[in-house]
């Protein structure tokens, strides 16, 4: 693609999913969890250009059966294999430690918050862990953010992401403020004046976003079931329509996070490839007369 305007290529490109929510058989006798992730990864499969990894924010699946997860595995590891792209599993308040870390990433059974730290070309990736055993509402830990600051210590080359389930930001659906993030102000105080540049999380089966002592941060919508906030807030409940995912592109300078529908239509064709050769061709000058002014 030809630099047409003031920002070069995006430096780094990523997936962003959430709330999977896979499970044997269907969510509540109807929602086809597997069938949505299924759609989710095709469309993710037809991006143009390079994909430097795949971020899952939690909820990977609903009941934290062996089996979910075995499962989930089989269907996303092959399309980041297509794409030459890492995956990263967050956990969420619908997994389990142990089963997660058995069947999904191969390990040893364990109690311990599932983290990890990624290197994707100098822009660093980090999981966290909120979920909370026994419980639906999130929390990090003094142990999980010690460890944080520890890894923030040293600056990376394009800076630092941060992936987590529950975000810190407020909701516009009242049960979902009753399972948020508790310790929002320990992170807060961990990652003040780090390289941390984005957050991106999940959770609320919405996509919002806001900042979080000064950060970026962004909720990826969620491919089983989604909600729709123009309903009044006590009403709002799930619906199996709207599913999207997110494309963030990290930039020198700053971080976007763009929605993707999962549904998508047939392209216009307004604008060719054959149209952006010729206006590739023409100098700044003559692209803004021929694109930007309007007729007399």
Known sequence: MHQLGSHPPARRTIVHLSDTHLLEGPLNGRIDTEANLVRALARVERLVGGVDALVLTGDLTDLAEESAYRRLRALVEPVAARLGAPVVWVAGNHDERAPLRSALLGGEPSLEPVTSVHDLGGLRLIALDSSVPGWHHGRLGD????????????????????????????????????????????????????????????????????????????????????????RPALSVNGMDAGQTFQLVHVYDDTVTHAVVPVEAADPNDFFTPEWYARMAALTPHERLERFSRKPA
């Open 143 to 230: 142990e999980q953010l010690d460890w944080l600051r520890r890894e923030l210590a040293e600056p990376a080359p394009l800076g630092t992401l941060l992936a987590l389930h529950h975000p810190p930001l407020p909701s516009h659906v009242p049960l979902f403020d009753i399972l948020e993030l508790q310790d929002q102000p320990a992170l807060a105080d961990a990652i003040r004046g780090t390289d941390v540049r984005a957050i991106l999380a999940g959770h609320l089966h919405y996509a919002t976003s806001g900042t979080f002592a000064g950060i970026p941060v962004s909720v990826a919508s969620a491919s089983c079931y989604t909600m729709d906030i123009a």
